[in-house]
C-alpha cells in the first residue's frame, strides 16, 4: 500500500519511512497512518512497520480523524485523493 500512497500523494517511500518533521511530510505520513488503521491495522502493527512506538501512532491517527470530521483543507486534500485505497485494501484482507 505505501507505494500506491507514494505515488498518489508525490511524496517518496523513503520521506513516509522517514523521521523528518517538516509538516508537509509529517501530516502525508500522519495520514498513511492513518489509512493502514482505516484498513484494520492496529496501532502496535502500524508502529512495528514504521519503526515508531504505537502511541505516536495513536496521537496521529487521532489528530487526523480529528481533521477529517472538522473538514480541515489541507488533510482534506490528501484524504481524497487516496481514501479509494481503504475499499480496496479491505478487499485484500477479506
Given amino acids: 500500500m505505501i507505494h500506491e500512497f507514494s505515488i498518489l500523494v508525490n511524496i517518496s517511500v523513503d520521506d513516509l519511512l522517514g523521521r523528518s518533521r517538516k509538516k508537509e511530510i509529517a501530516l502525508h505520513r500522519a495520514v ?3 489509512l493502514l488503521h482505516r ?3 492496529s496501532y502496535a502493527a ?3 512497520l514504521n519503526e515508531r512506538k504505537h502511541c ?3 496521537i ?3 489528530k ?3 481533521q477529517v470530521m472538522h473538514h480541515v483543507s489541507d488533510t482534506m486534500e490528501i484524504v481524497d485523493k487516496v481514501k479509494h485505497l ?3 485494501y479491505k478487499k485484500v484482507k477479506l
Fill in 86 to 88: 481503504i475499499d480496496e
Fill in 32 to 34: 498513511y497512518w492513518w
Fill in 60 to 62: 496521529a491517527v487521532i
Fill in 46 to 48: 502500524i508502529g512495528r
Fill in 56 to 58: 505516536s501512532i495513536r
Fill in 39 to 41: 484498513v484494520g491495522f
Fill in 64 to 66: 487526523i480523524d480529528f
